[in-house]
């Protein structure tokens, strides 16, 4: 969910077209016993060090790209679990997931083709999309500044891809506290855990669709004055045209450091998506904000057991899937 992008103001701009899977198969519905964090221990042993060398020496050429790679991953694993199949493109018998409004603003996939063509050079069809993808994220969130998280390995990439399901499965920024943590739950999160989650937020920008309806046809009582006022600022007008260009909002006050600012910024009234702030009011989920924001250590032990779990969700394992060749294209 990290820099949701909601689908209001452009669900026009695309056609949407049915997909059909060209393999139908049935994913586990929660974290597969076939992962294990020493999966690659005898096929390609050094895939994590290549994997966090590549983001070392490559990904600060963009001070946003460690937050994209974040957010790519949460909307890869929110459309019918981890699959790859954000990474797709269009394609006989596949629709690409970013053609889907709710995908609007999703980079930085060639950081994604670079690690999996290093990793190739190593271990030549062993390590799936998937893998490669959910490695990136972890190592994003530890570069900058965020815990060091454990996961476990295994996953293998799908054969479909689904704009349609995106737009149904990808929540809006302006989701309710209830259906947020439904979203989550439906991962094996605790309440705890779905709040620790969307702490990812702390890095990573957002877009003026994303908080239009935060300031028109009147302004969202929960901002503070002085976010309502930089908003305002940078979104100036619900004009369609303005609101689909690429002007930058900052996810929190320090959005290029993974802390605990998120939740003091929620607090403060400074959240800069709705769900931001309704987490902050609600009495489901205000506590654990506040308790994050006085504790980044809880925070961050608690994102860590979220992290694990999001990117175990409907994994395919086994036969259920393949090691892609390239990212974006079906063996």
Known sequence: MTGKVAASGGAGLRIVVVVLALFVSQAPTSVDAQLDQNYYVGSCPNVENLVNQWLVANVFTDPTGPAALVRLVFHDCQVNGCDGSVLLDTQPGAVSELES??????????????????????????????????????????????????????????????????????????????????????????????VAIIGAHTIGVGHCVNVVNRLFPQQDPALSPLMAGQLLTQCPT??????????????????????????RDVMNGNGLFKIDSLIG???????????????????????????????????????????RRNCHRLN
């Open 281 to 323: 009011q609600n009495p489901t989920t205000a506590g654990i904000v506040a308790r994050f924001a006085a504790n980044q250590n809880d925070f961050f032990g608690v994102f860590s057991r979220a992290f694990v779990k999001m990117t175990s969700f409907r994994v395919l394992t086994g036969a259920q899937g393949e090691v």
């Open 101 to 194: 409004d709710a995908n609007f603003g999703i980079r930085d996939l060639r950081f994604i083709d670079s690690i999996k063509a290093a990793v190739e050079i190593a271990c030549p069809g062993v390590v799936s999309c998937t893998d490669i993808l959910a490695l990136a994220a972890r190592d994003c969130v530890r570069l900058t500044g965020g815990p060091n998280i454990r996961i476990p390995l295994g996953r293998k990439d799908g054969r479909s891809a689904s704009n349609l399901a995106a737009d149904r499965q990808l929540p809006p920024s302006d989701i309710s506290v209830p259906a947020f943590l439904n979203e989550f739950g439906q991962m094996g999160m605790t309440a705890d855990e779905a």
């Open 238 to 263: 619900p004009n369609a045209a303005f609101l689909n260009n690429n002007t930058i909002l900052s996810n929190d006050f320090t959005n290029f450091v993974f802390d605990n600012q998120y939740y």
